[in-house]
């Protein structure tokens, strides 16, 4: 037996926080009992995998809209869009979301509806008085600051994103915005000015913020009803979507190989073999 530890003179020991050292026993000291209250991962929060993995579709669902948004506004700097064709997938966007919303939406009145109309209208108004000025507004920086400018911020949009609006909770509200998601608005809003500025017309400008603000103010509210309503439809459109993407990124890609032969190139050496 440890006489040390049977003394009966001897105070038992305790553990002591910030006392310092306690008489009888050395510093690194500790009994029995010193493990007993040890508690293993207990701050570890334990994730559902399938959880996990049915919030990622809504996350690859994003990334897919801002890639298509990409897509379109390539094609539209390009001329390969026409204005015409841009203003009419402006109006088959505005229809379908009102659609969504009408279908998933079981406590819309007729009231709710006429005030988004007339939110619409106005907005729509409003940037179209304010198109001439957009395509003016960065006639004196150059083209390669545009485009760095509008990556950056697309990157920030794409990082500052709260995705978890995407998700239906289990009280089904939409959720207010936070400071991030505001931040991630106002980036992509800055970007399609940008892009807008280097259009050749005031319609093109009108046609392409139309477009790029649909896209980023509605497109969470429409996927957020859609999840809501059913998740395998939300499963079925995000799918689409990837395809739809995956597509036309691929188009996209060929048109950037471009070879260019001339006298300028180096010379190779033929030889004329007879017998």
Excluded at 170 to 191: D, Q
Aim: glycine share 4%; with cysteine.
């Amino acid at each position: 037996m440890d006489r040390e530890n049977s003394s009966p003179t001897r105070p038992k020991w305790r553990k002591v926080a910030y006392g310092g050292m306690q008489p009888g026993y050395d510093d690194n000291y500790t009994d029995d009992s010193f493990l007993e209250g040890m508690v293993t991962n207990a701050n570890v929060v334990k994730r559902d995998l399938m959880k996990v993995m049915r919030d990622s579709v809504s996350i690859s669902q994003y990334l897919c809209i801002v890639v298509l948004v990409g897509v379109v506004w390539t094609y539209t700097l390009n001329s390969s869009l026409s204005e015409k064709s841009l203003l009419l997938i402006d109006a088959s966007l505005l229809m379908s979301g009102f659609m969504i919303l009408l279908l998933t939406e079981k406590m819309l009145s007729l009231n709710q509806l006429l005030h988004y109309l007339a939110n619409v209208a106005f907005f729509t108004s409003g940037l179209y008085v304010l198109a001439p000025i957009y395509r003016t507004l960065t006639t004196s920086i150059s083209s390669d600051s545009i485009w760095a400018v509008t990556v950056s911020l697309m990157i920030i949009h794409l990082f500052l994103h709260d995705y978890a609006r995407s998700t239906v909770h289990a009280s089904g509200t939409w959720k207010n915005p936070t400071l991030t998601s505001c931040i991630s608005l106002n980036a992509s809003i800055v970007a399609s000015v940008f892009v807008a500025s280097r259009l050749p017309s005031s319609g093109y400008v009108f046609a392409i913020m139309l477009f790029s603000l649909v896209i980023f103010l509605f497109a969470p509210l429409v996927t957020h009803c859609i999840k809501k309503r059913s998740f395998c439809l939300h499963l079925l459109f995000s799918f689409v979507l990837m395809a739809v993407s995956l597509a036309f990124v691929y188009k996209l890609h060929r048109e950037y190989k471009f070879e260019i032969n001339g006298p300028w190139d180096e010379a190779k050496l033929c030889f004329d073999v007879t017998d």
